[in-house]
């Protein structure tokens, strides 16, 4: 058994380097790359970046100021919220999911920035939360703008 395993190691340790996959060196290591690539990987790449282009955000957390069936109430919490936070440059969205309204305010990626925003302004809106919702990070809304 230890004769064929030694003879089988030789046999493929001195193929023809012609007979494998092409390979390029790493130029910071100097150790050899091979590439398997399936056919059909970029037009794959090309439906996930052209996917992603349609979206209109990320999924992300905001916080929720208001939920009522008026618009007259949700339009009041909103410019309360201007008011009271002239200082933040947190975003104020209006939502309609029928019948009802929603105000909702900022735009984060994580949850602990929610929550650090939900306790600074928990004295002006005692009953806020946090949410998920699809936000629109700054690196988008700087492109949209241009």
């Known amino acids: 058994m230890k004769l064929f395993f030694c003879v089988s190691l030789a046999v493929f340790s001195v193929t023809d380097p012609a007979f494998s996959q092409p390979s390029s060196r790493d130029s910071a290591t100097g150790n050899s790359i091979i590439l398997h690539e399936q056919n059909g990987i970029d037009s794959l790449l090309g439906k996930y970046i052209r996917y992603n282009e349609t979206l209109k955000g990320v999924p992300g957390y905001r916080v929720q100021l208001f939920f009522g069936s008026h618009k007259k109430d949700a339009m009041e919490v909103k ?68």
């Open 79 to 146: 410019s309360r919220f201007l008011q009271d936070k002239k200082e933040s440059d947190q975003e104020i969205y209006i939502l309609y999911d029928q019948p009802y309204f929603k105000v909702r305010a900022g735009d984060f990626l994580i949850r602990m920035e929610a929550v650090k925003f939900l306790k600074e302004i928990s004295g002006i809106f005692p009953n806020a939360f946090v949410v998920k919702d699809d936000i629109i990070v700054p690196e988008m809304k700087n492109q949209e703008k241009k």
